[in-house]
């Protein structure tokens, strides 16, 4: 089966989880704390900003509760996107509100959030979908000009930079996530930023029980008098970045050049295979980047044939998705929401192609030239 994704683990990378390992302490310590340093040095800002939670999912919770405990209200959230964002949303106390993306990029456009903020809008989510930035300087200029705060869901893009900046880092908030299939992977893992540094406290807190210090090794408790005693301030979870993972995530951010490299090569075969195969639209070339995360390859074929495709894929031993489907047509968060039609059209007709740096160039010709038999013969 060629696997939609997949990580790409070396050596150096197995070698890291044995040398924690022969510690004896495998738990949130002091790698994490060097993953937290080495991924604020990689994005030119100080570490102060940034803390690291089991998961970006558990990123965005985090960051929505602290939006939610400023002001509760609505949030404008891209219907093309995680579902994690709208669950966090809801448990936030948050009102989903979903806009409508690009037809071609899957990104919302800053005239796709401004058509939904109403009065009662207090947040913005925007994505970086496949790793191509959305156009975040503009659409951080509309929420400043309008006073919402803004978050970037940045999981699939750890290697994507607009205007020198870090994605992810544009904004109020931004969330990374390293589980097993990102492009960099701790195996399972997310990092959380805020400009605010009141704000890096309250996830902090949030992902710590409630509480002020996060104590457990050696290290931490000769910085603290009495480091057994701590009180809950707010109610929170428990969600911590191990250093068996956090171990795994230095060495893969120290090759994430590499791997994005190895992923962009694959990429750019594919749009070679396949431009100017009849009724099928390819990703746009990426435009918005400085640096981009190549983590997605999408396209587009008629309605009446994308599932079809997929079977005939599936069938050749190629595993395609769909992401995501519509949030805005699930009942849990917005049955009731407009017709957005660029993200319907979206829902019947794209399909992602596996993408990750263990392919080799023949399993994208033969993806391809699979894709292409099922269109001559079927479409």
Not at 137 to 161: K, M, N, V, W
Not at 329 to 351: D, K, M, T, V
Not at 366 to 371: I, R
Request: contains cysteine; glycine residues 8%.
């Amino acid at each position: 089966m060629i696997q939609f994704q997949a990580p790409t683990i070396s050596n150096e990378e197995i070698k890291a989880v044995r040398r924690v390992m022969e510690t004896a302490w495998v738990g949130p310590g002091p790698e994490s704390d060097a993953f937290i340093a080495d991924f604020a040095n990689y994005a030119g800002i100080p570490a102060d900003h940034f803390t690291g939670v089991s998961s970006c999912t558990d990123a965005l919770f985090f960051a929505l509760q602290v939006v939610a405990s400023k002001k509760k209200g609505e949030i404008v959230i891209p219907s093309i996107c995680y579902s994690g964002v709208a669950h966090a949303a809801v448990t936030a106390g948050l009102t989903t509100r979903f806009c409508d993306v690009d037809c071609v990029t899957l990104c919302a456009r800053p005239e796709d959030i401004a058509s939904r903020i109403s009065s009662e809008t207090v947040a913005i989510v925007v994505l970086h979908y496949g790793g191509l930035a959305c156009e975040i300087e503009s659409i951080a200029s509309l929420a400043a000009d309008r006073g919402l705060i803004l978050i970037e869901d940045a999981a699939c893009a750890p290697a994507t930079f607009v205007g020198g900046r870090l994605c992810g880092t544009i904004a109020d908030f931004g969330v990374w996530s390293f589980d097993a299939a990102k492009l960099v992977t701790s195996l399972e893992g997310g990092i959380a930023y805020a400009r605010d540094l009141d704000d890096v406290r309250a996830l902090r807190r949030l992902s710590n029980l409630g509480m002020e210090r996060r104590s457990g090794f050696a290290g931490a408790a000769v910085r603290q008098s009495k480091w057994w005693e701590d009180s809950a301030i707010v109610v929170g979870r428990r969600s911590v970045l191990p250093d068996v993972n956090a171990a795994v995530g230095r060495v893969q951010l120290a090759r994430v050049d590499e791997l994005n490299t190895l992923r962009k090569r694959l990429w750019e075969r594919y749009q070679a295979n396949l431009i100017g195969t009849p009724r099928m639209t390819l990703p746009p070339a990426r435009a918005n980047d400085d640096r981009s995360s190549f983590y997605y390859f999408w396209l587009f074929l008629p309605e009446n044939l994308r599932d079809g495709a997929a079977a005939f894929l599936l069938e050749k031993g190629i595993y395609t998705t769909v992401k995501y489907p519509p949030l805005h047509r699930n009942s849990l968060f917005g049955g009731n929401s407009p017709h957005l039609p660029h993200a319907e059209a979206i829902g019947r007709s794209a399909l992602l192609l596996p993408l990750h740096a263990n392919l080799t160039v023949h399993d994208v010709d033969f993806v391809c030239a699979s894709l292409q038999t099922f269109l001559t013969n079927d479409g």
